[in-house]
């Protein structure tokens, strides 16, 4: 049986998928050790090799979603062909055609003439989304099964006729009608019902007049809303709804945000949470913002990065308060993931010309619990061939090397680097 093996695990050394085939293989050998060494009779043979094939394509499936769509479909399945009669250009028809689970999931085939309504049934909404993304509001959407509207009684007796024949016909017509553009755009303080002074103008919002009117660009001006009023100071702020009326005879789509921009807020106190064996103290001596100060997104995002910055800090997480405090200010609470304090690894390489190293190094990024940082490298390398340069060179070097960071050695803004090597 190992002559059976050997060739299999060599041709398969370095794949990542080597254990799954390795077993295939132990089967496959196991079945022809089998058949050479015993007596079986000719029917019971090929039972061993077929498991063993079984076996391996169901293994293969699990890295090869591709592999496991073309497995033989279950036995009431509903094999069907979809085609698509749409208006407009070749990039709308592709929209449509990829909205449409009719046609990602056609190599699926659904389960029974009810799993094959189901989809057709939920594929109108889908084809209706992806046209109100293109600024399509009047169009209209027609799938037939078996030449039967989904939801008609007879669609179940159609289905299973036209499946003794074949693959079910699935038809999707779609008439996108005219394409709306963007009319009137306002955005409103849901409380006074009048413009909201902080809110950025439609076309920082891209929510220009005469542009066509995408339902992508409506979801999407939502959020600039709320970044802008908060880089205004309101971090509460939230747009709680939202009035979207399409003009059929102007073909334009006007829209209302309503927005609570809640009240004008300034930094509170900050609290750290989640440091283990780094210093809550390194962290808060390194927050610059005061009490008092304005509140500002961008604030934030500077001092994440600065945060980041120190090898012992993997993440960096704000949680702000739900309310301000009797002084009007947001108490925020800095949550610290912190990273493995030590590490260690090497590296090797060679070359016949240039000769050959290898590396090793270990460190550690919060040696104190301030952050401070130590890394030590040895490093040992040859010659593949004596330098002309260099004639009775010694082929053999050799390097050890330390550095050690302390942050903060005067202000939380000074670093001291000392570095120290030998060669």
Request: aromatic residues 8%; neutral net charge; charged residues 20%.
């Amino acid at each position: 049986m190992s002559r059976n093996i050997a060739p299999c695990a060599a041709a398969l050394r370095g794949s990542c998928l080597s254990g799954l085939l390795l077993l295939g293989c132990f089967f496959t050998s196991a079945a022809l050790a089998q058949a050479t060494s015993a007596q079986p009779t000719p029917a019971a043979q090929p039972a061993p090799a077929d498991n063993a094939a079984t076996f391996f394509d169901r293994a293969m499936a699990w890295f090869d979603p591709d592999r496991a769509k073309d497995e033989a479909p279950p036995a009431d399945a509903v094999p069907y062909s979809v085609t698509f009669d749409v208006t407009g250009d070749a990039a709308l028809r592709s929209n449509v055609s990829g909205a449409s689970n009719l046609e990602s999931l056609k190599r699926n085939a659904p389960s029974g003439a009810a799993g094959l309504v189901r989809r057709a049934l939920a594929d109108r909404d889908r084809i209706i989304a992806a046209l109100y993304a293109e600024g399509y509001y009047a169009g209209t959407v027609t799938i037939l099964v078996a030449g039967r509207p989904p939801d008609a009684l007879d669609v179940f007796p159609a289905v299973d006729a036209a499946r003794a024949a074949g693959p079910v016909p699935v038809v999707v017509r779609v008439a996108t009608g005219p394409r709306f553009t963007f009319g009137t755009i306002l955005v409103l303080d849901v409380a006074t019902k009048r413009p909201l002074a902080e809110a950025p103008p439609p076309r920082r919002l891209r929510l220009i007049a005469g542009e066509p009117a995408r339902s992508t660009a409506v979801l999407g001006a939502e959020g600039m809303i709320v970044a802008a009023l908060r880089d205004s100071a309101h971090p509460f702020a939230k747009v709680v709804g939202k009035d979207v009326v399409a003009d059929h005879a102007a073909h334009t789509l006007n829209v209302t945000f309503l927005v609570a921009p809640g009240p004008v807020a300034t930094f509170g106190p900050f609290t750290v949470a989640g440091t283990k064996t780094l210093k809550p103290q390194f962290v808060s001596e390194r927050i610059e913002i005061r009490p008092g100060e304005p509140f500002s997104p961008a604030r934030l995002a500077a001092l994440r990065k600065r945060l980041l910055t120190f090898e012992i800090i993997g993440g960096v997480r704000f949680k702000e308060a739900d309310r301000l405090n009797a002084q009007g200010q947001l108490p925020i609470e800095v949550e610290i993931s912190e990273r493995d304090p030590r590490y260690v690894g090497f590296s090797a390489k060679y070359s016949n010309t240039d000769g050959s190293a290898g590396n090793v190094f270990w460190g550690h990024r919060n040696l104190f619990g301030g952050g401070e940082t130590l890394r030590l490298d040895g490093q040992v390398s040859w010659f593949g061939k004596e330098p002309d340069s260099v004639p009775n060179a010694d082929p053999f070097g050799y390097r050890f090397a330390a550095t050690f960071m302390k942050p903060g050695i005067i202000t939380p803004n000074d670093d001291l680097v000392a570095q120290a090597a030998i060669l």
